[in-house]
């Protein structure tokens, strides 16, 4: 079976911060930013890059659907 590398692209300014992403993430790749995005909410994005693995769990639990889940086989 191939290894997949996964990664995932926020919709920085259209992300509310609720965090439902965060443990849906089985790798915890994921946290909010201390910074904030123009509506002020701290935004997800890829704490650890290099963990992810394309499970597209977060993109499937994301209320507002800002999260795109790309995958690379290896």
């Avoid at 919709?11 to 790749?29: E, F, H, I, N, R």
């Avoid at 123009?38 to 993109?59: F, Q």
């Amino acid at each position: 079976m191939a290894k997949v590398k996964g990664a995932i692209v926020v919709d920085v300014q259209k992300c509310k911060g609720c965090g439902v992403c965060l443990p849906a993430c089985p790798t915890s790749v994921i946290e909010l930013a201390k910074e904030v995005n123009g509506k002020g909410y701290h935004y997800a994005y890829m704490e650890k890059p290099d963990e992810c693995i394309g499970c597209s769990n977060c993109a499937i639990v994301c209320p507002d659907g800002v999260i795109t889940v790309y995958k690379l086989k290896l």
